[in-house]
């Protein structure tokens, strides 16, 4: 199974899975912790580095010389392709979406750091962002280099591959720590990648945990499909002849507020809430949201007193993007 996986290391080991009694004892519930992968290591960490261990370690086993990848111009996964790529010795050409690259700041700010090349394609959503990138990957071909495309999110096999592993380390540190399996575990969804690899990590592990994905993008049907689609792809791949059963996928898409990339006030009190309790930073596109529908679903009764899994993906440069919608009352 490891083979077809060759994999560039770029974390520095398990990430922390860390209790926080002052947040559980705010919301009211048995037990709440937090899975740190907010600290993958580099270049302020993020889910995406798990997918990128494996997503380079195809590229440089296929000799390729430069990774094209896209989103938006504020895109984490943007960000983090172009470190991970640095540290491999390859060179990164974003294709981002839209006209207008917006203000320096965040993300985009890091990428320029990063030294990768930018380039806006006017394009908008998944489809035309690969399409944009498969022309640029054309034009690599023609100066005679060999790119490595990463379609939008990482969100590949290889990629996903990434997330199964985390499953895995979860319970293995959940195990030595002598912690019983979480009732509930939460986490954002984007593309759906990561939930697809964790639930299928989950369901070759037979685990009684609930994993609940909260949409910060799409409807929940769509997300349905596409995470199904995506697990039963990663289950091909690794040769396993099991599906993940539809009623294991839990999507929440309630909590995405006006639009993707857009803050919402309930995600922005979600943010000042873990801030205040733990000292720990979400983020307003992502993070923040998933924890404001954690804190709603306990709110609503739906987790009562149960043992809750935050699962921290990242994200917190966005914080500084967003500056403004944290301004309070008359500062507004
Ligand atoms: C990309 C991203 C996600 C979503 O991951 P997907 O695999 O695309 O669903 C969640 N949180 C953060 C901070 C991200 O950057």
Not at 31 to 42: E, F, H, M
Not at 145 to 151: G, L, Q, W
Not at 238 to 254: A, N
């Amino acid at each position: 199974m490891c083979s077809s996986f060759p994999r560039f290391p770029i974390l520095w080991g398990e990430t922390p899975l860390q209790p926080l009694h002052r947040f559980a004892e705010k919301l009211g519930v048995a037990s709440c912790w937090i899975k740190r992968d907010d600290l993958t290591g580099i270049a302020f960490g993020g889910n995406k580095l798990r997918k990128l261990e494996f997503l380079l370690g195809r590229a440089l086993k296929e000799g390729c010389d430069l990774i094209i990848t896209g989103g938006s111009p504020q895109s984490n996964h943007a960000r983090l392709t172009a470190a991970a790529a640095n540290r491999a010795g390859l060179e990164t050409w974003l294709c981002f979406a839209g006209k207008r690259l917006g203000e320096i700041q965040g993300n985009l700010l890091l990428d320029q750091l990063l030294n990768a090349r930018l380039f806006l394609t006017g394009q908008y959503g998944s489809d035309g962002l690969l399409r944009a990138m498969e022309e640029k990957a054309e034009e690599a071909r023609n100066l005679g280099r060999k790119p490595y495309i990463i379609p939008v999110g990482g969100s590949t096999s290889i990629g996903d591959y990434g997330y199964l592993k985390a499953w895995q380390e979860l319970e293995s540190q959940r195990e030595r720590a002598e912690i019983p399996p979480f009732d509930e575990i939460y986490v954002a969804v984007g593309t759906g990648g990561t939930l697809a690899g964790l639930l299928t990590g989950h369901t070759l592990s037979r685990s009684p945990s609930r994993i609940i994905g909260v949409s910060v993008w799409q409807a929940s049907e769509i997300l349905k499909s596409e995470v199904a689609g995506l697990s039963s792809q990663l289950m091909k791949t690794i040769k396993q002849g099991q599906e993940v059963p539809s009623s294991s996928i839990h999507i929440l898409d309630q909590y995405i507020g006006r639009k993707y990339g857009v803050p919402s006030e309930q995600g922005n009190e979600a943010i000042h809430s873990l801030a205040e309790a733990e000292g720990l930073f979400t983020d307003p596109i992502y993070t923040g949201k998933a924890l404001a529908g954690l804190m709603d679903q306990v709110r609503l009764g739906k987790a009562g007193k149960k043992h809750i899994l935050f699962w921290h993906t990242g994200g917190t440069p966005a914080l500084f993007t967003h500056a403004n919608s944290f301004l309070r009352g008359e500062e507004k």
